[in-house]
């Protein structure tokens, strides 16, 4: 909401994780074209059933040349070090690139300077703004997706988290703790 995702932009969602899911998501229901941006085209596919118009596989550089100053806003929801570089000539002048993942990242500035682009960050909004999104949600429809889990399988859920093997979220069942 902050940066006006809405009707007639192209959004990218760069990750599909936790966050990354939730991003797809609100995005199409902002009304935004929605690109998900990840190295996987299996994650490509899930993305599509969350409400992604589009994939761009970043691994592909004919796919991100052909997509360089197009995006008017993306998501990097990567919780890994990674490298921004690659994403910044995707953006239109002037535009914005969140990144929500709070890690070390690389980035050279000439692709910040030539074209006047920007490269903020999010952590969480105070209370209005979080009773904003539940109320979107609620209106939307939208949900984490989550697997539940039982406290005596939390080692087996770390392990899954260290592979990327969970769809998106483990939520663990505390009835019988």
Known sequence: MHWKVGKDQKVGIIGLGGLGHMGVKFAAALGAHVVMITTSPEKGKDAMHLGANEVLISKDEEQMKANIGSFDFLLNTVPVKHDLNPYIPLLKVG???????????????????????????????????????LDFCAEHNIVSDIEMIKMEDINGAWDRVIKGDVKYRFVIDMKDF
């Open 95 to 133: 535009k914005t690139m969140v990144v929500l993942g709070a890690t070390p990242v690389d980035l050279h500035t000439m692709g910040i300077i030539f074209g006047r682009k920007n490269i903020a960050g999010s952590l969480i909004g105070g209370l209005k703004e979080t009773q904003e999104m």
